[in-house]
């Protein structure tokens, strides 16, 4: 199993900066990928950004220029530079991790961009 723990999302004003992290332990060997998804209220779950285990890198059309995913393997962490957030960015984030075929979940840390 792999456990996931996001950690710094808030309330901002549009146009401002958030850092979400996520730390990642147990069975973090052959995590295959790993990604941000985000979910606004009554909207589907959607890919914000991800990196392979290999350092291949996706973004959502919507967040390219503005976001950035990075990785620190020597602490396990997985991380999100947000900037220039819009209100549409408003939304609860979640770590993934895949690894053998499974998706594994952060609990979600709440972003909320203000207008």
């Known amino acids: 199993q792999v456990q996931l723990i996001e950690s710094g999302g808030g309330l901002v004003q549009a146009g401002g900066s958030l850092r979400l992290s996520c730390a990642a332990s147990?069975?973090?060997?052959?995590?295959?990928?790993m990604g941000w998804y985000r979910q606004a209220p009554g909207k589907q779950r959607e890919v914000v950004a991800s990196i392979t285990s290999g350092g291949a890198i996706n973004y959502a059309d919507s967040v390219k220029d503005r976001f950035t995913i990075s990785r620190d393997n020597a602490k396990n962490t997985l991380y999100l530079q947000m900037n220039s957030l819009k209100p549409e960015d408003t939304g609860v984030y979640y770590c993934?991790?895949?690894?053998?075929?499974?998706?594994?979940w952060g609990q979600g840390t709440q972003v909320t961009v203000s207008s």
């Open positions: 147990g069975s973090i060997f052959s995590i295959n990928a």
């Open positions: 993934n991790a895949f690894r053998y075929g499974l998706n594994h």
